[in-house]
């Protein structure tokens, strides 16, 4: 994070790790739970997902079906029983029963509860699509929508609000009562009216054909979500139906559910069954749940063939029998291998019921926490690291907000996390007197620039050369920890609730001084960028020197953050430039893998990022992407459709899958938050109006 310094010789060298593979982080061959065999529920449950399934009350007498569903499934969405043509046949007369019982059901058997559906064209009695007068039409959608809503009340996790509103192929709404007689409008409105009647109860869009990017009709509801989150409409949730043929999910799935999931709201698989259910086609789209961390369940639309709307192409997960089949295993195999360190957010750290993530029902279960030692999942768990990268850039999203104690002029070294809903920002505020750091939070990115900067130097924390912060739950110790610069110290604050900016304890240092071998090679450069990770055994700490030097010490796991040694050269280059600094180090979801990058200077002095790869933390580094051409991240690989306002991306940070510190990322669909700045600014380096944007992976192949 350091300031341009003279150039040193520009002789390349190749970055060579000096340690060769020790201590690997072992893969743990992941089991059943405790309770006994792997279920569908139990091994959706440790990444904070759920697993349900489309449940007809008809069917609950069936031993065989109930007992599949009870013992697989620990989210029910009623397949017909809350839909209009049942709970409002005739106008004024409600009739819950059906749905009661299966939410009855649900309530004995621990299981959560989608609502499916308030206002949809179809299932629609007659009575409702006759109205052609809108008064009377909004009087009857939300008198419906509160009636239900309140009866429910409690014990409803997310709603599908709206079902099916977007014409098939196509950016706009389809013909419907709803449309024709009020509206565009129509939507917004119901999920207005729907807030008002149960603020607990999250509340999705459902649709179908909406799990190809490219197609018009995901570009419709895409374009409406965000402008309904930009305007403050109430929604928490889409719902992606995954009706699919015998060939699965489209290959852009995982993009739309990043996509969307970047807008701010969670995304589901609510209505999944494939034709024939190949493995391999159950296997893809679970993978593309688990690669996005606001991916919150999968349900499938039935549990036998032959409970299924579409039965003639078996697409279900058992049999008619009830016999699992091949696709079950798939997806069994796939959801274990995807826990470990990927916990979604909304698996808490601690089973606090003060998550915002979690279900707020009478129903609630505490979910499991995340692991402190997580696992490795096993390779070929997900997707895998592109050896090319494309990036899209946001504007900019986070700016300094000056007081007037703090003449802050640039805001930079972002470290987020996204936990307990929302994400969570520290980086470095900087003026011509030097470096202090601020906190803000937010629940998606276009409330980021309006969120509130708490300066830290009101914490414990103090006044002060503190700077380039990095924050992780250190899951062992049930504690967040900052990390962050001192000057002649790596330095650590610690807190029990990340939400809490006066909850850091004062600084301790790493180091009772500079490592000899970091004085010896330092030169005429600063020591910065303090960064940590750990696998399952150790933690390691990395710094850079601004010359051309990345470092690494390291520790146990039960001694953290005591007992920082061992300081080696981790990776070296002759021209200073090649390996600056602002490295970071993550875990590759899925693999047994680690990425560096490393922040370099390139021939016209902007900032750009190399990458690397190592099967271990200590290994050696092999490059991935490391040139200026094609680099990570860097001018030659990044677009700015809201326009160019930084030719730098510079030191920042990956939105991580999870928030330990293991510092696993997704392969799939990357976001990396970096700091820019106005090319033509010039001043000072401390001066330098360095802002904050948001790079999404547009090349993501998973
Ligand atoms: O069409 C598949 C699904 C598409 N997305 C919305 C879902 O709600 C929808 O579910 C299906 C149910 O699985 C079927 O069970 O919705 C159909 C109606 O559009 C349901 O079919 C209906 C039959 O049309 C009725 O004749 C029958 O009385 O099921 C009813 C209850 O068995």
Same mark, same amino acid.
């Not at 504690?479 to 809490?500: E, K, P, R």
């Not at 976001?671 to 106005?678: I, K």
């Given at each position: ?23 690997? !982080?072992?893969?743990? #061959? ?22 349900? #399934? ?38 004024? &007369? ?213 409970? +299924? ?78 050896? #090319? ?37 520290? !980086? ?38 503190? !700077? ?142 190399? +990458? ?13 992407? !490391? ?11 990044? #677009? ?25 990322? &997704? ?13 033509? &600014? ?21």
């Amino acid at each position: 994070m350091k300031g341009l310094h003279r150039l040193g010789r520009r002789r390349r060298a190749v970055v060579i790790g000096l340690s060769a593979a020790a201590a690997v !982080a072992g893969a743990v #061959t992941l089991l059943p739970n405790s309770a006994g065999a792997a279920t569908l529920g139990t091994q959706a449950a440790p990444s904070g997902r759920y697993f349900g #399934t489309a449940v007809a009350a008809g069917r609950l007498g069936d031993s065989t079906y109930s007992t599949i569903l009870d013992r697989e499934f620990n989210m029910i969405t009623p397949e017909n029983e809350m839909k209009w043509d049942a709970t409002e046949p005739s106008r004024g &007369s409600f009739n819950f029963g059906p749905a009661d019982q299966i939410v009855s059901h649900a309530a004995s058997h621990g299981q959560q509860l989608r609502g499916h559906t308030l206002v949809w064209h179809s299932q629609l009695p007659t009575w409702v699509s006759g109205i052609t007068d809108a008064a009377t039409l909004r009087s009857v959608m939300n008198n419906h929508i509160t009636t239900a809503m309140t009866h429910f009340k409690g014990k409803i996790h997310s709603w599908d609000v709206v079902n099916e509103a977007f014409a098939d192929g196509s950016t706009q709404h389809r013909s419907s009562v709803f449309q024709n007689v009020l509206g565009d409008g129509f939507i917004e409105e119901a999920f207005r009216t729907a807030r008002a009647a149960d603020p607990a109860a999250k509340l999705c869009y459902n649709d179908y054909n909406i799990e190809n990017w490219t197609d018009a009709k995901t570009q419709g509801v895409y374009a409406m979500v965000r402008d309904f989150k930009s305007r403050g409409v109430p929604i928490d949730c889409v719902g992606f139906q995954s009706h699919f043929g015998t060939g699965g999910p489209p290959a852009g799935f995982g993009t739309t559910l990043s996509n969307f999931a970047a807008l701010g709201v969670d995304v589901q698989i609510t209505e999944l069954d494939i034709a024939t259910a190949p493995p391999t086609a159950y296997a893809n789209t679970v993978k593309a749940c688990l690669n996005v961390s606001r991916c919150t369940g999968i349900t499938v639309w039935g549990i036998r063939d032959s409970d +299924s709307w579409r039965s003639t192409d078996n697409p279900l997960l058992f049999d008619s029998g009830g016999n699992p089949k091949p696709a079950y295993d798939a997806v069994i195999s796939t959801l274990g291998a995807g826990t470990g360190s990927s916990a979604s957010p909304s698996a808490g750290p601690s089973t606090s019921s003060s998550s915002t993530d979690q279900p707020r029902t009478k129903t609630r279960r505490v979910r499991p926490t995340a692991s402190g030692t997580t696992a490795s999942p096993s390779p070929s768990a997900s997707g895998s690291l592109p050896s #090319t990268f494309q990036w899209s850039s946001s504007g900019v999203l986070i700016a300094p907000k000056p007081d007037a104690s703090h003449n802050v002029a640039g805001i930079k070294d972002p470290s987020v996390v996204y936990y307990n809903g929302k994400y969570h920002v520290f !980086a470095s505020v900087a003026d011509s007197s030097g470096y202090s750091m601020v906190y803000l939070s937010f629940t998606d990115w276009s409330q980021a620039g309006s969120a509130t900067q708490y300066y830290l130097d009101q914490s414990p924390i103090g006044r002060g050369y503190r !700077a380039a912060p990095q924050v992780f739950y250190f899951a062992p110790q049930k504690l967040w920890y900052l990390v962050y610069q001192t000057g002649d110290n790596a330095s650590y604050s610690t807190n029990a609730d990340i939400s809490n900016p006066n909850g850091w304890s004062a600084p301790k240092g790493f180091y009772s001084s500079m490592p000899t071998i970091i004085s010896q090679n330092i030169g005429n450069g600063y020591w910065v960028d303090m960064w940590v990770i750990c696998d399952s055994a150790n933690c390691y700490l990395f710094s850079s020197d601004d010359n051309g030097q990345l470092y690494r010490s390291q520790t146990t796991l039960s001694q953290f953050p005591n007992g920082m040694t061992n300081t080696v050269i981790a990776a070296q280059d002759a021209n200073r430039n090649n390996l600056f600094e602002a490295a970071n180090v993550y875990k590759v979801q899925g693999k047994n893998q680690y990425l560096l990058i490393v922040e370099a200077i390139g021939s016209d002095g902007r900032r750009y990022f190399r +990458s690397w790869t190592s099967n271990s933390i200590d290994g050696s580094w092999t490059a991935l992407a !490391a040139s200026e051409s094609s680099p990570f991240a860097g001018a030659a690989n990044v #677009t700015f459709p809201a326009g160019a306002w930084t030719r730098d991306i510079s030191h920042g940070e990956m939105i991580r899958a999870g928030y330990d510190q293991t510092l696993t990322i &997704s392969p799939c669909g990357m976001q990396y938050l970096y700091q820019g700045r106005d090319p033509n &600014s010039s001043t000072d380096y401390n001066s330098l109006p360095w802002r904050l944007g948001l790079l999404t992976q547009s090349n993501s192949a998973c």
